[in-house]
Nanobody
Framework: QVQLVESGGGLVQAGGSLRLSCAAS????????MGWFRQAPGKEREFVAA????????YYADSVKGRFTVSRDNAKNTVYLQMNSMKPEDPAVYYC????????????????????WGQGTHVTVST
């Protein structure tokens, strides 16, 4: 089992940047595919970004491609989401998630592929 704790959320101006972190407990963090999702009020939780065990493979939702970057530091058991050029449609609660099902080279895009979730961190964008 792994526990995930997100941090780094807050208020940012439109066009600005924010970096989210997700700290994981557990010795086998490097064998989990990781992902970021977000949920805005009244909307379903949606996929944002994912990366493979080593971080060598990544995938992004079209809405964030070119603006967000996902990365991981397995030595620190941490996944990051660097968010640049923030837009008014980006505010949400951002969740990180871990997948035990995904093979080492793969990325997972769907909620059902993830086994463990963090509690979320709020991101607000001012205009």
């Amino acid at each position: 089992q792994v526990q995930l704790v997100e941090s780094g959320g807050g208020l940012v101006q439109a066009g600005g940047s924010l970096r989210l972190s997700c700290a994981a407990s557990g010795r086998t963090f490097s064998t989990y595919a990781m992902g970021w999702f977000r949920q805005a009020p009244g909307k379903e939780r949606e996929f944002v970004a994912a990366l493979s065990w080593s971080g060598g493979n990544t995938y992004y939702a079209d809405s964030v491609k070119g603006r967000f970057t996902v990365s991981r530091d397995n030595a620190k058991n941490t996944v990051y989401l660097q968010m640049n050029s923030m837009k008014p449609e980006d505010p949400a609660v951002y969740y990180c998630a871990a997948s035990l099902q995904t093979p080492s080279w793969g990325v997972s895009l769907h909620r059902y592929e993830y086994d463990m979730w963090g509690q979320g961190t709020h991101v607000t964008v001012s205009t």
